[in-house]
């Protein structure tokens, strides 16, 4: 594969929100002293008046947010992962998630994030949040992206600005491949195909889209024919690829900068496990917190949690030999 | 809406009744905190909050936000009686199906705020109040906090916010009623001092320990402090507050958690426990037995009643009753409404104007614009006609309508079509002209005549007695159905006010307590009798109660 091309979600994020800013007078942003770091500062040079810093207190975020939405804002907080739902979750379930004004599921909030995953880096373990996925996607009423890239950053922060309701995206802090076109589409609810293949599936997000794309092409080398599908909507899952797979392909691996409990793995496998049941082997952080590392360290501590390429294309080696 | 303030005490206690009956079928819930607010939301009810229960998203609407969310039987309760939903729907409180949750719920029509996880309310008020300032709306938002909930850090961030933000459409109510779930607040987590033994009214009394005021102003916020059961304090302080610009305000009203209800009041048990089925009928007699004290200020010096004002105030007076006499309907002059215009800017406790004046229709005018909240004019110098032009004017201005007979006049038959919107009847038990006189005994029997004829047609007012009131008669004037007690000599005659009033209102309590009594023996026997007796915990009242009982009999 060619080298990639490395882009900036955070400002991805931020062009996002100040377009959106343009076309909707009801778009509020909030922050928590985050906000030169998540860049949503430029959206309050544009719109000081709906722009609200309110600290470093990720509870007040939430809660103050909610009180925007509930009054016919469409408001997008923005931390980062670990202070949002590894901090707010009752204010994000109980302000956000719980009010459900008539006809309709909970506020209009959309909790966007950066430094998702182990990806973070030097901050260390204290700064990795790989439990998010899990919180978020318990909580009814919400929706759970991750995107892979900076053009689904884009897609998927207007998606949202469309859409009613409460929503959680979760962007990394380095900078991410492309993988994407910019025809590519996005929706609620659905995965991308980003390679075919027939002998296994690699059901990717965030991050390890690019690594499960590397690990199908020197799987091509062996002769095994591999699917990568990018699960950016983690919820609702796409119940139809995933079956479509498991099917065509009758295997999975699953990649994610999560803990493998009760993240993407997690959602695959219960849907798999409803549908079509098929051997799935779970790549994430196996239970255990990461650490710090610098920028150029973190293949390693991903490597450390076999979240690479090479353990991708492993793991489909060895689970294809597991097949009913 | 905007009521005078008999009426907002009328809807009050309604509202109180049905956080009884909803808890009670509900078999749990809040009432103690549900009472410590009671006054604050009669005052937003049914004076100051902008609202339409037959469109409750209208959208210019003010915001109630319950942050104590626990408390959830009081908002309901106020909304039936506001016209949200039927007051028959608090009987489906917490139970399957119903949009009365355990906690507040948009799934009721007309509340704001998903409340329950204590802490988050004042946060998300800032998010409606900003949203109010961005699209120019003039709506005000008015939220009410707990003390216990003021352990939450969240409100902190959030005081820190609305001051940032100069968030001056909002408004926040402290219900500072010193009990919390586990024990009182300052075992807990003191804002205040530290309690020494469990004499709250120890807190009460000294206010040098009252450092809440202190954490909000440190915090950048306007601070109000008021008694919050004081129908006429808190209605001040919202005014005060709307009145407020550039920096939010928050109102510390100091509260008795159960009020009104004395085996509730001041007792962490009732923090979240539903009254029993065999209770709720005296708990309702209880609640239909609130009263007042109100010195009438010409029994003083008349040459200061400035001075018989503060005297007033001091002492803790209900209502200051203002004898008006023009030489002529009575022998004696006293004061007019100029006096009256002077005199109201020395407090806010309400004016309870009792005119003895020829021809009141040609002055009322003068006495609502004097600041009178309540004004009684006399059957003997009003006609059927002439009534109605005064009724309809006092309450066009939000002020109660009173009416007076002396001890010879009996009950005019043209007034009965005016009983059900009166808010006070006055039955003198003395020549009316001058202070000093004997209760006339014959009195007692006219009450009885009276409280049957005002039942007949619906009376929800409060019956004053005026005129030789004592603490030897008083109890039993209480018992034969007034509960607003005027006194002359017998309170501004004597050196400590505070205390004569305190006095007054210990001998009322002696009675209520019996006639209570009385109640549970007809109920339920000595049985029942026992089990009211037992429910008072706090301080000496379950001795004292076991007391008249026992001279009663019962036990």
Redesign the interface.
């Known amino acids: 594969m060619n080298d990639p091309i490395m882009t900036d979600m955070r400002s991805e994020y931020s062009k996002s929100l100040i377009q959106l800013g343009k076309d909707n007078p009801n778009v509020?942003v909030l922050g928590a002293d985050t906000t030169d770091s998540l860049k949503t500062s430029g959206f309050g040079k544009e719109f000081p008046?709906?722009f609200?810093n309110?600290?470093i207190?990720e509870?007040?975020l939430?809660?103050?947010?909610?009180?925007?939405?509930?009054?016919?804002?469409t408001?997008f907080a923005s931390t980062y992962a670990i202070f949002l739902p590894g901090r707010a979750v009752?204010?994000i379930r109980?302000?956000i998630a719980?009010?459900?004004?008539?006809g309709k599921k909970g506020l209009n909030v959309k909790l966007v994030v950066s430094h998702g995953g182990l990806s973070v880096g030097p901050d260390g373990g204290s700064h990795q949040q790989i439990e998010d996925i899990a919180i978020m996607r318990v909580i009814p009423n919400f929706r759970v992206f991750i995107p892979a890239d900076t053009i689904a950053v884009s897609k998927l922060t207007r998606l949202m600005a469309n859409e009613y309701g409460p929503f959680y995206m979760r962007m990394a802090r380095s900078k991410t491949p492309l993988v994407h076109s910019e025809s590519q589409e996005f929706n609620i609810g659905k995965g991308i195909t980003v390679r075919d293949g027939t002998d296994c599936t690699i059901a990717a997000c965030g991050i390890t889209v690019r690594m499960a794309l590397e690990a199908a092409e020197s799987l091509q080398q062996d002769g095994i024919s591999c699917r990568v599908l990018d699960m950016y909507s983690i919820k609702p899952i796409d119940n139809e690829i995933l079956e479509k797979a498991a099917r065509e392909t009758g295997c999975i691996v699953t990649t994610e900068e999560h803990n493998i409990f009760g993240g993407l793995g997690s959602a695959v496998a219960e849907s798999v496990s409803e549908s079509y049941p098929v051997p799935i082997k779970r790549i994430g952080a196996q239970d255990m917190f990461g650490e710090s590392a610098r920028d150029n360290e973190i293949p390693l501590l991903l490597e450390k949690h076999g979240i690479t390429s090479i353990n991708i294309a492993k793991q489909v080696k060895e689970l294809r030999s597991k097949k009913l | 809406m905007g009521l005078n303030y008999y009426q907002i005490k009328k809807n009050i206690l309604k509202a109180r009744k049905l956080v009884i009956k909803g808890t009670n079928t509900a078999g749990s819930g809040h009432p103690g905190g549900s009472f410590s607010m009671a006054e604050i939301l009669g005052c937003l009810f049914y004076k100051h909050l902008k609202f339409d229960p037959n469109n409750p998203q209208w959208e210019d609407r003010d915001r109630l936000v319950l942050s104590k969310g626990h408390a959830a039987p009081g908002l309901f309760s106020n909304m039936a009686v506001a016209g949200y939903f039927p007051e028959s729907e608090l009987e489906t409180l917490r139970k399957f199906g119903s949009k009365l949750q355990g906690h507040p719920d948009l799934k009721c029509p007309g509340v704001e705020f998903c409340g329950g996880s204590l802490g988050t309310g004042l946060s998300y008020s800032i998010g409606i109040a900003l949203a109010g300032k961005l699209d120019s709306k003039n709506y005000h938002v008015y939220t009410i906090i707990g003390d216990g909930e003021s352990d939450e850090g969240q409100v902190w961030e959030a005081a820190m916010t609305a001051s940032k933000y100069k968030v001056d459409n909002l408004t926040v109510f402290l219900d500072r009623n010193f009990i919390q779930q586990d024990s009182y607040t300052e075992r807990v987590m003191p804002l205040d001092e530290k309690l020494e033994g469990d004499n709250l009214s120890e807190m009460w009394k000294d206010a040098s320990r009252w450092k809440t005021g202190d954490k909000w102003r440190s915090f950048g916020w306007n601070v109000i402090e008021v008694d919050g059961h004081r129908v006429e304090q808190v209605d001040a302080a919202i005014k005060k507050a709307n009145a407020t610009k550039g920096i939010p305000t928050i109102i510390i009203s100091r509260t008795i958690k159960g009020k009104s209800v004395e085996h509730m009041e001041d007792n962490p048990q009732w923090h979240g426990k539903a009254p029993d089925s065999d209770v709720v009928p005296i708990i309702n007699q209880e609640l239909d037995s609130q009263f007042m004290i109100a010195p009438s200020i010409i029994a003083g010096d008349m040459t200061n009643l400035e001075n018989e004002v503060k005297r007033c105030v001091h002492g803790r007076a209900d209502y200051i009753h203002l004898d008006v006499m023009d030489g002529q309907f009575v022998p004696n002059k006293t004061f007019d409404h100029t006096k009256i215009k002077e005199l109201r800017s020395l407090t806010v406790i309400p004016f309870d104007t009792h005119l003895m004046i020829n021809e009141p229709v040609k002055h009322i005018r003068d006495y609502i614009d004097a600041g009178s909240d309540v004004v009684t004019v006399h059957a003997e110098v009003t006609d059927e006609s002439s009534f109605g032009e005064i009724h309809d004017l006092l309450k066009q201005n939000q002020v109660g309508v009173g009416f007076a007979i002396n001890p010879d006049t009996d009950f005019p038959e043209w007034a009965n079509k005016f009983i059900p919107s009166l808010d006070q009847i006055i039955v003198m038990s003395v020549v009316p002209g001058k202070s000093g006189q004997k209760y006339i005994e014959a009195t007692h029997e006219k009450m009885a005549r009276l409280k049957s004829l005002l039942s007949e047609h619906n009376f929800s007012g409060y019956i004053e007695a005026d005129g030789g009131v004592n603490l030897e008669n008083i109890g039993s004037v209480f018992a034969d159905g007034a509960r607003a007690f005027v006194g002359g000599g017998a309170i501004i005659g004597q050196q400590d006010v505070r205390v004569a009033i305190k006095d007054f209102r210990i001998e009322v309590l002696k009675s209520r307590r019996k006639q209570l009594l009385e109640k549970a023996n007809q109920l339920g026997g000595s049985e029942l009798v026992n089990k009211w007796i037992n429910l008072h915990v706090i301080g000496e009242k379950q001795e004292q109660i076991r007391k008249i009982a026992q001279e009663a009999g019962f036990v």
Do not use: I
């Open positions: 509020v008046n709906r609200f309110v600290g207190a509870a007040n939430v809660t103050v947010s909610a009180g925007l939405a509930v009054s016919g804002k408001s009752d204010q109980n302000n719980y009010p459900s004004p008539s």
